[in-house]
T-cell receptor, first 114, second 120 residues
């Protein structure tokens, strides 16, 4: 069983709408959770990090964490065509906070349609 | 944020030759760096943890004699793909943790630009 699971998509969202990306993880001891954006042929870029249950907002992005359900999500409000990319959910399963060793989901390919 | 520089960005080599990829932390020191590999349309898979001044720790299924890692200083880790074969063609990415611009106690992973390796 994969440790971090995402719907691979593709997910298509109209411009200006809310894009919702989901991720589940298997290791209950995980403490650190991250969302990365990866454009084709490029390395991942950190979008959000979240460590505590609840919501964390940064501009148009909101990360949500529910440790009881082992679920992490990313909401992108007012989606723009430039948001079109693959979004990777990453988890540090070691129980130590901070981005040390990361396990990545397979990524969700998001397309924002003008 | 912290800057990690990876070199080269792309390389084409003949089957059977070796290729060295460098990963440098430019504005911070990294006692630990991580090497990932990404095949087309797949996610990043951790290959090994590079430890400054000691042996690297390899993930299960990764051949340590084929993927040589050296972390001789606090700012440089190298990955050498020895006797490369076409199946080693992939996108290799390094990362290093740092506390980021906010210098919080939580670290974040900063990624290099990646190296596209093509073995022909």
């Amino acid at each position: 069983q994969k440790e971090v699971e995402q719907n691979s998509g593709p997910l298509s969202v109209p411009e200006g709408a809310i894009a919702s990306l989901n991720c589940t993880y298997s290791d209950r001891g995980s403490q650190s959770f991250f969302w990365y954006r990866q454009y084709s042929g490029k390395s991942p870029e950190l979008i959000m990090s979240i460590y505590s249950n609840g919501d964390k907002e940064d501009g148009r992005f909101t990360a949500q964490l529910n440790k009881a359900s082992q679920y992490v999500s990313l909401l992108i409000r007012d989606s723009q065509p430039s948001d079109s990319a693959t979004y990777l959910c990453a988890v540090n399963p070691t129980g130590i906070q901070g981005a040390q060793k990361l396990v990545f989901g397979q990524g969700t390919r998001l397309t924002i349609n003008p | 944020g912290a800057v990690v520089s990876q070199h080269p960005s792309w390389v084409i080599c003949k089957s059977g030759t070796s290729v060295k990829i460098e990963c440098r932390s430019l504005d911070f020191q990294a006692t630990t760096m991580f090497w990932y590999r990404q095949f087309p349309k797949q996610s990043l898979m951790l290959m090994a943890t590079s430890n400054e001044g000691s042996k690297a720790t390899y993930e299960q299924g990764v051949e340590k004699d084929k993927f040589l890692i050296n972390h001789a200083s606090l700012t440089l880790s190298t990955l050498t793909v020895t006797s490369a074969h076409p199946e080693d063609s992939s996108f290799y990415i390094c990362s290093a943790p740092d506390r980021g611009k906010h210098k919080s106690w939580n670290t974040e992973a900063f990624f290099g630009q990646g190296t596209r390796l093509t073995v022909v």
